[in-house]
């Protein structure tokens, strides 16, 4: 957890690394776009205030923009069965060299999947 969140203050956005950076929030935000067009001299600048300030790029407010949240969603019944875990592995490692994390949900063996299914669909998984 951020020092601010233990301190019960808000969360550090990108408006306060570019005021601190002397920046445009337009620029904090290519600085943390891979292969986005941004000078050396800001993404240092960018860099430094994200680094002083404990700023972490905030994942769910990106996806709100790009419309993409990066996530698959996998249901599985349970963990008990090694092949799920070994399945699990294989998909994460999979997924992950594309740029996307699974997030997990797990169920009953006897669980009707398709309240599940509508769950994960409310996460606005890719």
């Known amino acids: 957890m ?12 990108a408006h306060d690394v570019a005021r601190q950076a002397g920046v445009s929030q337009s620029a904090v935000s290519r600085t943390f776009t891979k292969g986005a067009s941004v000078s050396p001299d800001t993404r240092r600048k960018v860099e430094e205030a994200a680094a002083l300030l404990g700023y972490r790029p905030n994942l769910v407010a990106r996806s709100l923009i790009t419309r993409r949240s990066n996530l698959i969603g996998v249901a599985i019944p349970g963990m008990a069965n090694p092949f799920y875990a070994r399945v699990l592995e294989s998909l994460s ?13 797990s169920m009953a063996n006897n669980e009707d999947s398709d309240p599940v299914l509508e769950e994960i669909l409310r996460y606005q998984v890719d």
């Open 2 to 13: 951020s020092d601010n969140m233990e301190r019960g203050r808000r969360p550090v956005t």
């Open 93 to 105: 490692a999979a997924f992950e060299g594309l740029g996307y994390r699974i997030l997990l949900f």
